[in-house]
T-cell receptor, first 112, second 114 residues
Framework: AQSVTQLDSQVPVFEEAPVELRCNYS??????LFWYVQYPNQGLQLLLK??????LVKGINGFEAEFNKSQTSFHLRKPSVHISDTAEYFC??????????FGTGTSLTVIP | DAGVIQSPRHEVTEMGQEVTLRCKPI?????LFWYRQTMMRGLELLIY????????DSGMPEDRFSAKMPNASFSTLKIQPSEPRDSAVYFC????????????FGEGSRLTVL
């Protein structure tokens, strides 16, 4: 079975500072990798995904993530955060059976 | 394009009552998922359908929970009888099919059982 670990449950960061949200996964098969964002009282929205190809993936709202197969990581980064980036962020993997596995989430708080 | 549509958005009921949550997946999507989200347990997969057939229901908490997908455009999650510990946000999500891409989530149904 696959599993996803988000190492930080809460990340406070000042506005306009860079941020990295960490995600590690374990899997014995090839997987797809995703980052989702959840704003208060809303469903999860896709930020970006890695299916194949370039290991650096760019998503919406200026976020990007890098797939590192040797370290089984898929960390999310943004060079300069905005107040509106305050939200819960979920890392997820899917396997060939279309099962999706989510991490426990990282709460990003951007401080003015 | 219409996204995943869930109803009701909010439900307040009393312990012991039956609750039915509804979901309309995105047209053409072959897979449908029901998740539950709470502060304590995070996001939990309850059940997963592929081509209207339940593939994995190991996450369904107990016999009080049941889910059906009578056709490709409709699914229900039923709780009978409901209990206060069932209070959560229930999300429905759909995907195009096996190993083809991401999940598309609905906006959720917030259930409060008094």
């Amino acid at each position: 079975a696959q599993s996803v670990t988000q190492l930080d449950s809460q990340v406070p960061v000042f506005e306009e500072a860079p941020v990295e949200l960490r995600c590690n996964y374990s899997s014995s098969v090839s997987v797809y990798l995703f980052w989702y964002v959840q704003y208060p009282n809303q469903g999860l929205q896709l930020l970006l995904k890695y299916l194949s190809g370039s290991t650096l993936v760019k998503g919406i709202n200026g976020f990007e993530a890098e797939f590192n197969k040797s370290q089984t990581s898929f960390h999310l980064r943004k060079p300069s955060v905005h107040i509106s980036d305050t939200a819960e962020y979920f890392c997820a993997v899917s396997d060939p059976g279309n099962q999706f596995y989510f991490g426990t989430g990282t709460s990003l708080t951007v401080i003015p | 394009d219409a996204g995943v549509i869930q109803s009701p958005r909010h439900e307040v009921t009393e312990m012991g009552q039956e609750v039915t949550l509804r979901c309309k997946p995105i047209s053409g999507h072959n897979s449908l998922f029901w998740y539950r989200q709470t502060m304590m347990r995070g996001l939990e997969l309850l059940i997963y359908f592929n081509n209207n057939v339940p593939i994995d229901d190991s996450g369904m908490p107990e016999d009080r929970f049941s889910a059906k997908m009578p056709n490709a455009s409709f699914s229900t999650l039923k709780i009978q009888p409901s209990e206060p510990r069932d209070s959560a946000v229930y999300f429905c999500a759909s995907s195009p099919g096996q190993y083809t891409g991401e999940l598309f989530f609905g906006e959720g149904s917030r259930l409060t059982v008094l």
